[in-house]
């Protein structure tokens, strides 16, 4: 990959988030949905400019479409 991405969590591909109901105290959810880790929540952190460290991780739409294409053409889609 050619030039260098911040993979924060909110921008992965694979983030669902959700509200729970079942969860009173803390209903706000944030889950996975890459087939690795099949629906477990997501690992983070979903601290402002903390990178997440998850190896699955992979930017979505939002994010690659304001991605220089050096760094968007260069990056391993799964
Ligand atoms: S656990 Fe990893 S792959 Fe899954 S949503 Fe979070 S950052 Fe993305």
Do not use: Y
Not at 19 to 24: F, P, R, T
Not at 55 to 75: I, Y
């Amino acid at each position: 990959m050619s030039g260098r991405m911040t993979c924060m969590a909110i921008d992965c591909r694979w983030l669902r988030r959700t509200i729970d109901s079942g969860h009173a105290q803390s209903p706000f959810r944030t889950i996975c949905t890459h087939i690795v880790r099949d629906g477990k929540d997501c690992v983070g952190p979903f601290l402002e400019d903390m990178e997440t460290d998850c190896r699955l991780w992979d930017p979505n739409e939002r994010l690659a479409a304001r991605l220089p294409a050096s760094v968007r053409d260069g990056w391993q889609w799964q």
